[in-house]
């Protein structure tokens, strides 16, 4: 029986050695593993995985190709749904989506989709395969706001239908959170980020960087000067949160998104550059998601002895298990059911330190996770030369507030149906800009939704 195959381990870089490189922690299968790994699907007749997977890769189907050999074809069936394989193979959550339904998962552990999906997306940029095929054009403008999952998504799949599409990115590298968020060592730039956002540019969407819809130029514009039928918000939730606790203007209190963008896009881990980055001796990373274990990873990399105070317990930390793992691997300490009160510091303004209480689980609040509820007289003090603030991002209101009847809710999210019409004619949006902070394959999934709705808005408005 194939599924009596244990799953094939994947090879990594030892810890001890990558905790302090910015090389990729995960080597990923090779062909043979690869092979060897997809027979243990058992190509089931109703997928669980497909169902589970937000922008439904035909998964039997390509880890078929995969056993037999075809990598090429795997390619061409992931590359009919996902413009990111490569991407997504390494952080999409898929524990708790494709995997996490996964038949053999029942009696065995699920099938490596991830790594598969990886291997195939790797396979297929190093062999540079032109995947795409593209309707001929149809006479139809769309802007695109943001090059993150959901632009991306979005602009691939109108390209495919004929539309002239152009993508605007504020900062001068494309890729939103791939590229400025998530490090080196879990998302290679050139090699994986850069590479599928050349296959996106291969079906005809054009990328102008530098331009910042709503300062540069407005929606209106776009819509009444320039000539676009229609507008996709793909702007992301790149504001940060802080706790609002005495201290957090001392210097060495920096949020997580400034320290990770200063990392990555300014790549300041790289002694060849000048960017500027202070990780002292000692850094505290204040929260349990995927950005506080890149934080926390990143710190230690440039030298830091890491502490995460997290509020719940470690059943509740809502980072991926695979990055939790890997940080505990790297020596990363974790503090947890603790929470700041307060940031303390030196004479000088700077750090010294971070004031915490200890915490236990309550009743469950509105998310369904068990609240934390502070223990009293409980006390105590993280010696610190830094903290990172990592507790979640909302929508910058820039786009909002420059677009007359473009509606928010009352977390700054852009009010968006389940199509990703707005509340302004024309105007569509959908990824983190209107759900907050969630993943790359959400985003991709609602940027693929929305391509759907636009095409059929520009159809019904120019019949
Ligand atoms: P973004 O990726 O944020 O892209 C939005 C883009 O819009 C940005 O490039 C921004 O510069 C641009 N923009 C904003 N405003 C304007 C404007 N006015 N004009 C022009 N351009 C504008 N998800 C996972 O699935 N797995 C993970 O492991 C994971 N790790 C993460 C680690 C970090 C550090 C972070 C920050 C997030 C992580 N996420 C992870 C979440 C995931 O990256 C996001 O959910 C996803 O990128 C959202 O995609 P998006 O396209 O909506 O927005
Ligand atoms: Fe293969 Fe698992 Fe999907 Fe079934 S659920 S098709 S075994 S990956």
Excluded at 215 to 235: C, K, N, Q
Excluded at 320 to 329: F, G, L, P, S
Excluded at 395 to 405: E, H, R
């Amino acid at each position: 029986m194939a599924n009596k195959i244990p799953r094939v381990p994947v090879r990594e870089q030892d810890p001890n050695i990558r905790k302090s490189n910015f090389e990729e922690v995960c080597y990923g299968y090779n062909a043979e593993e690869a092979m060897l790994e997809a027979t243990r699907c058992l190509s089931c007749k109703k997928p669980k995985c497909v169902a589970a997977c937000p922008v439904s890769v035909n998964i039997p189907q390509f880890i078929l190709e995969v056993a037999k050999g075809n990598f090429e074809e795997a390619a061409r069936v992931i590359a009919a749904d996902s413009s990111l394989p490569a991407v997504c193979g390494r952080v999409c959550p898929q524990e708790s989506q494709c995997e996490g339904d996964c038949i053999v998962g029942v009696k065995s552990e699920p099938v490596a989709i991830g790594k598969l999906e990886r291997f195939v997306g790797d396979y297929a940029n190093e062999h540079q395969l032109n995947l795409a095929s593209t309707a001929p054009a149809n006479g139809f403008k769309v802007a695109i706001i943001g090059s993150g999952p959901a632009g991306l998504a979005c602009a691939t799949d109108l390209a495919k239908l004929g539309y002239e599409v152009k993508i605007f990115e504020a900062l001068h590298k494309p890729g939103g959170v791939l590229e400025y968020g998530i490090p080196e060592f879990r998302l290679p730039k050139e090699k994986v980020v850069k590479a599928e956002i050349e296959n996106v540019r291969r079906l005809g969407v054009t990328i102008e960087t530098d331009v910042v819809i709503g300062r540069t130029v407005t929606i209106d514009e776009l819509l009444d000067e320039e000539g676009y039928h229609a507008i996709f918000v793909g702007s992301g939730a790149g504001l940060p949160k802080f706790m609002s606790i005495p201290g957090e203007n001392l210097n060495g209190v920096v949020s997580a998104n400034e320290f990770l963008t200063r990392t990555n896009l300014m790549k300041a881990y790289d002694e060849s550059y000048d960017t500027p980055i202070y990780v002292g001796s000692r850094v505290v990373v204040v929260g349990g998601g995927n950005v506080a274990m890149d934080a926390a990873r990143t710190a230690a990399r440039l030298g830091a002895i890491v502490t995460v105070v997290y509020r719940r317990s470690k059943a509740e930390l809502p980072a991926r298990v695979e990055e939790v793992h890997h940080a505990e691997e790297e020596g990363i300490i974790f503090q947890l059911l603790s929470n700041p009160t307060e940031i303390v510091g030196d004479e000088k303004g700077w750090v010294k330190g971070v004031k915490c209480i200890r915490m236990e689980l309550g009743e469950p609040d509105s998310s369904g996770r068990r609240r934390p509820v502070e223990v009293p007289n409980s006390e105590f003090e993280v010696e610190t030369d830094v903290v990172i603030m990592s507790l979640g991002t909302s929508p910058n209101p820039l786009i909002s507030s420059t677009t007359p009847g473009l509606n928010l809710n009352k977390w700054q999210c852009i009010i968006a149906d389940e199509e990703g019409k707005t509340t302004r004619e024309g105007v569509f949006a959908g990824g983190d800009a209107v759900t907050g902070a969630a993943t790359v394959i959400l985003a991709m999934g609602a940027g693929r939704t929305a391509a759907k709705s636009i095409d059929k808005y520009i159809k019904a408005k120019h019949s």
